[in-house]
C-alpha cells in the first residue's frame, strides 16, 4: 500500500474519502495526523484552492496528497456562495440554509449544485485537477447523515435530502464522488501499466 496524504482538516471529508481510497491501493494519512498547519485559502477558484491544498500538504509531507475544493452554488444567489460555502455558514449551518432558503422562495428559484475540484499533487510539484459537479434544488432542512449543506440539497432523480439518503447513495452519486471516479480511473491505467 502506497500512503497518500487527505489534504483537509474537515471530518465530513476525510470520512467519505476512506472508503473510496481503499480499493485503490492507497493508505490514507490525514494532514491532521501528520500535524500540518492548514495553508490559507486565497484563490478564488474551486481548482485554485485545491491545488493551494494539495501541494501544502505534499511539499511538508514529502508524500502525494490528495485536496478537495469544494461547496454549494445557488442559482437564486447568482451561483453564490460556491467557493465560499464555508465562510458563507461560518459554523452556523441552521442560518445560513435560512438565507437560502429565503432568497429561493423570494425568487421562486430552487436550483443548486454542488462543486468539487480534486487536485493531486505529488512532492515535486506536479499536479492534476479533476471536477465533479452534482445538479438539484434547495428544499427545507431534513435528516441527520452527512455535513455541511447535506439536509437542504435534494440531488436530481430523488426526492430526499443528501442528509436523509446517508453515504451509501450520496457517495455514490455526489461532486466529490464523480472528481473522484476521474482520479481512480488514472491510478487504475497506472496500476496496469
Ligand atoms: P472547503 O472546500 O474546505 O473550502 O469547504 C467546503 C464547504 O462546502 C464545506 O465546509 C461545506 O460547507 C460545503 N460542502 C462541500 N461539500 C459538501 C458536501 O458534500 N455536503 C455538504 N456541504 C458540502
Redesign the pocket.
Known amino acids: 500500500m502506497s500512503r497518500i496524504v487527505i489534504a ?1 482538516h ?1 471530518p ?1 471529508k476525510i470520512k467519505e474519502f476512506l472508503p473510496l481510497l481503499a480499493p485503490l491501493g492507497l493508505e490514507p494519512v490525514s494532514a491532521g495526523e501528520l500535524g500540518l498547519a492548514e495553508p490559507e ?1 486565497t484563490s478564488d477558484t474551486f481548482p485554485g ?1 485545491a491545488r493551494i491544498k494539495a501541494l501544502a500538504a505534499a511539499r511538508a509531507s514529502g508524500l502525494p496528497a490528495l485536496a ?5 452554488s445557488i442559482a437564486a444567489l447568482g451561483g453564490a456562495p460556491g467557493v465560499y ?2 465562510r458563507y ?1 461560518a459554523g452556523d449551518y441552521p442560518a445560513a440554509f435560512t438565507r437560502i432558503l429565503t432568497a429561493a422562495e423570494a425568487a421562486q428559484e430552487f436550483r443548486a449544485w ?1 462543486t ?1 475540484a480534486l487536485c493531486y499533487a505529488q512532492p515535486d510539484g506536479t499536479t492534476a485537477t479533476y471536477i465533479g459537479e452534482a445538479h438539484g434544488r434547495v428544499a427545507a432542512p431534513q435528516g441527520t447523515a ?5 439536509p437542504i ?1 435534494i440531488p436530481d432523480g430523488y426526492e430526499q435530502s ?1 442528509a436523509e439518503l446517508g453515504a451509501e447513495i450520496k457517495d455514490g452519486i ?3 464522488a464523480r472528481a473522484f471516479a476521474q482520479f481512480a480511473e488514472t491510478q487504475k491505467t497506472f496500476q496496469r501499466s
Open positions: 483537509t474537515n465530513g485559502e484552492n478537495d475544493d469544494s461547496g454549494l460555502s464555508a455558514a454542488f468539487c452527512g455535513f455541511g449543506y447535506d440539497f443528501y455526489s461532486h466529490r
